[in-house]
């Protein structure tokens, strides 16, 4: 089991940047691949952005080039940098393992508009 707690969300321009961090507890982050997730509202929870216990990622396509996951073991940290945001990224961002889900966090709020 663990536990996620999500920070670094905020209000920002389109066209800005932002970086997500999800620290996690327990055996999660270092058994698992770990995952960021966003839900807008009226819509379902998807898989944005995904990471390997070695470092490989996987990228939802309307995010690549944009996005990037990231992983520091010694923090129990995953990262999500975000760029050249849209409008469209506006959600509460989570994480979790897509392999073996944990209880969910409180999510970050991300808000892009001008």
């Known amino acids: 089991q663990g536990q996620l707690v999500e920070s670094g969300g905020g209000l920002v321009q389109p066209g800005g940047s932002l970086r997500l961090s999800c620290a996690a507890s327990?055996?999660?982050?270092?058994?698992?691949?770990m995952g960021w997730y966003r839900q807008a509202p009226g819509h379902q929870r998807e898989l944005v952005a995904s990471?390997?216990?070695?470092?490989?990622?996987n990228l939802k396509d309307s995010v690549k080039g944009r996005f990037t996951i990231s992983r520091d073991a010694a923090k129990n940290t995953v990262y999500l940098q975000m760029s050249s945001l849209k409008p469209e990224d506006t959600a509460v961002y989570y994480c979790?393992?897509?392999?073996?889900?944990?209880?969910w966090g409180q999510g970050t709020q991300v808000t892009v508009s001008s």
């Open positions: 979790n393992s897509p392999v073996k889900p944990v209880d």
């Open positions: 327990g055996s999660i982050f270092s058994n698992y691949n």
């Open positions: 990471i390997t216990r070695y470092g490989v990622t």
